[in-house]
């Protein structure tokens, strides 16, 4: 089974980056969507960023709240995915999860039950 842990939450202010990483173990597929969501108290879990990773490449997707500031990427030697987070706002301020499910990022923001392994989660917090 794939174990997801992540890393690299903190505190930084308004207009402030973080990267957040996804170490990924235990995987055994060679197509599946890797996704980052965020948690804020009393709303819906909702997705952020996701990266379709197949044998030829990977392909990208972003929440339109976070395009031109969020970039996710890959690196398969390390096994992690990685979440830069530019120009951060304090609506961005949540606990992220990252998740894993086998094949293409169909639905992936909405999808949410399709995903089969997720991570403990990382806190951010974004002051103004």
Not at 25 to 51: D, L, Q, T
Not at 89 to 118: L, R
Request: net charge positive.
């Amino acid at each position: 089974q794939v174990q997801l842990v992540e890393s690299g939450g903190g505190s930084v202010q308004t207009g402030g980056s973080l990267r957040l990483s996804c170490l990924v173990s235990g995987n055994s597929y060679s197509r599946y969507c890797m996704a980052w969501f965020r948690h804020i108290p009393e709303k819906e879990r909702s997705g952020v960023a996701a990266v379709y990773i197949y044998p030829g490449g990977v392909v990208n997707f972003y929440a339109d709240s976070v395009k031109g500031r969020f970039t996710i990427s890959h690196d398969a030697a390390k096994n992690t995915v990685y979440l830069q987070m530019d120009s951060l706002k304090p609506e961005d301020s949540a606990k992220y999860y990252c998740g894993a499910m086998p094949g293409t990022c169909k639905k992936w923001e909405v999808g949410e039950a399709a995903y089969k392994s997720w991570g403990k989660g990382t806190q951010d917090t974004v002051s103004s």
